[in-house]
């Protein structure tokens, strides 16, 4: 049996719509988990969108245009939590949790091109890192995402789960985000201090220039 086509899948999506276009809101799925952050009276799916004729380009698709082929963002290095010759993490300030982290490689590659010199150390890397995000008293849990849609260049988030707010596990972290109050930048860069700490001590590299 081949693998099926874009067209098989949303015609079967499709076919599942109602006479406006519409899903019906799963509600034994995630809206009707305890944690998901939104009452589902009113609640309803945008209509289904057609079918496009090619998935559009990221940026950084061409490597010479990609940022890592830029100069040096001075921005970019004030966010800089921690690096050696081949990484870079960098604190994510506008999310409004305890902490949030972009794991990215210096080398142009997206994860499915990842070279194999850097695919064990990136490995190791997320374990290092998510086991010094969960030694945060403020965090409970780490969760690690990969979206792409952006940017061609690979770039895995870390997010860390407030410590205690049941409602905020899984998958639905991100929806409570957007809705919570923005933490103060002094307290993100601490907690990314000892994040920082945590990895010196694992895995060498260079900290952040504030510590």
């Not at 380009?57 to 490597?63: I, K, L, T």
């Not at 409570?176 to 002094?186: G, I, R």
């Amino acid at each position: 049996m081949e693998p099926e086509s874009a067209e098989d899948f949303y015609a079967r999506v499709q076919a599942a719509t109602g006479p406006d276009g519409r899903l019906d809101v799963a509600v034994e799925e995630m809206p009707g988990w305890d944690i998901y952050p939104f009452e589902i009276d009113s609640l309803r799916m945008k209509p289904l969108q057609p079918l496009a004729a090619e998935e559009p380009p990221r940026g950084g698709e061409d490597p010479a245009e990609c940022y890592c082929a830029r100069p040096p963002d001075p921005a970019a290095d004030e966010r800089l939590v921690w690096s050696n010759e081949r990484w870079q993490l960098h604190l994510a300030p506008d999310l409004k949790l305890p902490i949030g982290l972009n794991l990215g490689p210096r080398e142009h590659c997206d994860l499915p091109t990842v070279p194999d010199h850097l695919a064990g150390e990136m490995g190791r890397l997320l374990v290092a890192v998510s086991a010094g995000v969960e030694s945060l008293p403020s965090v409970g849990r780490v969760q690690i995402a990969k979206y792409g849609d952006g940017g061609a260049h690979l770039h895995l988030f870390v997010f860390g789960r407030p410590a205690r707010m049941l409602q905020l596990r899984g998958s639905p972290l991100l929806d409570w985000e957007e809705n919570l109050p923005p933490v103060p930048l002094e307290v993100q860069r601490a907690n990314a201090e000892h994040v920082a700490t945590h990895l010196l001590a694992t895995v060498g590299g260079t900290g952040p220039g504030w510590l």
